[in-house]
């Protein structure tokens, strides 16, 4: 197994060098001074190009060709020089100047965002994005004379291996065609019950930040390997075995963050639990972000949005803030987690709404890498959108198409996961309850564990050895459906 032992050595190195580049990304969300940028983008740059080498070195290609003859390979060395091959023909298809090309424009358009979004000022922003629209619809061509594809669909692939705009529109049809309904039923239901009362502020940072590090603690966080900061976009990021989180805080509103903190969590905890024997190689990583959305969704939405979970979670906010009165009764606090309200922000929306954010920015963003819209009808097309899907009146650009880093920040093919997971988060969960009688109990005591137990059996530790549709229809017995998500939902909100 020499030529096989070779390329294990080699993606161990890539591997590193991705961890790197993971920690300087996140110090440039978190920490870095804004005069640091360039030089940060440059050292990103430089480091992505270094692994763009070594994956696409000759002496790569010769070791999987060679590697695929050898005997001896267990089942999981197998799925490993799978996955390796899967990486060399997405690296080997674009030229190492269009990588790091790419990775220079997003680091200025990353920085140009932040301060477009905070002045709501859509032209600052646009020369940036629109290169990096270029060089991701080149990218996309590359990939996709190589893999057979078209452009959006090899974006897809780069995020969800297999993933294919075939597969998310009739998914993404029957949405669009029920939402509207339930969107109307679950809100007149709200109207006819009367508010719930809010709890009043300010609720200070510190206490925030300390309930959502004890929520951190209950779900299983290993914090010998992960931390939780603030950022001006809640994310997960970091490197093998150091797992960094993020939040951002509101003194009027502290679900806000604490949900963010569980969302991200739930992406933390795949992190962490994926299989040890596996961390630096391809077969070991997380597999794909739709699975990977559905791990934060299961905890926030799921398990975090739960009755159970709300009563534990109600004395503890309770104390922590010093509350007192029906607010802070575990019926208020649920009616309120779940309310169903059309907003601007696609982070902050409700479960039942959020799928409208996502139709929207699948249909911008294919349409732009296809050529069919250039970025100057973004605004425009962005804000017809909304008003089209939720009835909205977008009043400036930073409540519009500047309120999401993933544009500017190079990620698209990246928001369909999103639904996809909320979907996939609905089945799993729906499985893990069947299969484990104490987690809806568990969680009402503030336990994870038979919850996170089964997500580490069925999902976090088959890493990459299977596909997605594999690993869903192992785990819940049946590939990705709609209607068990749409069956969660109107149990939620229409029948509790």
Request: aromatic fraction near 8%.
């Amino acid at each position: 197994m020499q030529a096989y032992r070779a390329l294990e050595a080699t993606f161990a190195r890539i591997s590193a060098l991705e961890d790197a580049s993971g920690i300087l990304g996140w110090d440039a969300q978190t920490l870095m001074p804004d005069g640091a940028a360039e030089g940060r983008g440059d050292q990103i740059a430089v480091l992505r190009g270094l692994a763009h080498d070594l994956l696409t070195d000759p002496a790569t290609a010769d070791r999987l060709a060679a590697a695929a003859d050898e005997d001896g390979l267990d089942d999981w060395q197998r799925a490993n020089l799978a996955e390796m091959r899967r990486a060399y023909i997405h690296a080997a298809a674009v030229p190492r100047d269009l990588v790091e090309a790419s990775s220079r424009a997003v680091s200025r358009a990353e920085m140009t965002w932040r301060e477009a979004r905070r002045t709501a000022d859509f032209a600052l922003l646009r020369p940036d994005l629109a290169e990096v629209l270029r060089l991701q619809r080149e990218i996309g061509r590359a990939k996709g004379e190589r893999l057979s594809l078209s452009p959006y669909d090899a974006l897809l692939d780069s995020y969800d291996p297999g993933l294919r705009q075939a597969d998310i529109d009739p998914l993404f049809s029957v949405l669009e065609a029920e939402l509207p309904d339930l969107i109307a039923a679950a809100r007149a239901r709200q109207e006819a019950a009367g508010p719930a009362p809010v709890a009043a502020g300010p609720f200070p940072v510190e206490a925030q930040r300390q309930v959502g590090l004890a929520l951190m603690r209950a779900a299983g966080f290993d914090f010998a390997r992960g931390r939780l900061d603030v950022s001006l976009h809640p994310f997960c990021g970091g490197a093998t075995d150091d797992v960094r989180i993020t939040t951002r805080y509101d003194e009027t509103d502290f679900a806000r963050a604490l949900m963010g903190v569980l969302h991200e969590t739930g992406h933390a905890l795949y992190e962490q639990g994926r299989p040890a024997a596996w961390r630096r190689q391809p077969v070991g990583a997380a597999r794909g972000m739709s699975l990977h959305e559905s791990q934060s969704l299961t905890l926030e939405m799921q398990a975090g949005r739960s009755r159970d979970f709300v009563a534990y979670l109600a004395p503890l906010v309770r104390e922590a803030f010093g509350g007192t009165g029906p607010a802070w009764e575990a019926d208020a606090l649920y009616r309120n987690y779940t309310r169903v309200e059309p907003g601007f922000i696609r982070v902050d929306a409700d479960e039942v709404t959020y799928p409208a954010h996502i139709l929207l920015r699948y249909r911008l963003e294919r349409a732009l890498i296809r050529g069919e819209m250039e970025i100057d009808d973004l605004p425009g097309a962005f804000n017809d959108g909304m008003h089209r899907l939720l009835g909205l009146s977008v009043p400036d650009d930073a409540r519009g198409c500047l309120q999401d880093i993933h544009w500017p920040g190079g990620a698209w093919g990246y928001f369909p996961t999103y639904t996809l997971g909320a979907m996939m988060a609905a089945q799993l969960f729906e499985a893990a309850c069947a299969a484990e009688p104490d987690l809806r109990p568990g969680l009402a005591r503030g336990d994870f564990a038979p919850l996170v137990g089964w997500l580490r059996a069925n999902v976090h530790q088959k890493g990459s050895a299977l596909g997605t549709q594999e690993i869903l229809t192992l785990a819940t017995g049946r590939p990705l459906s709609a209607d068990i998500f749409l069956g969660h939902l109107r149990r939620r909100y229409l029948d509790a």
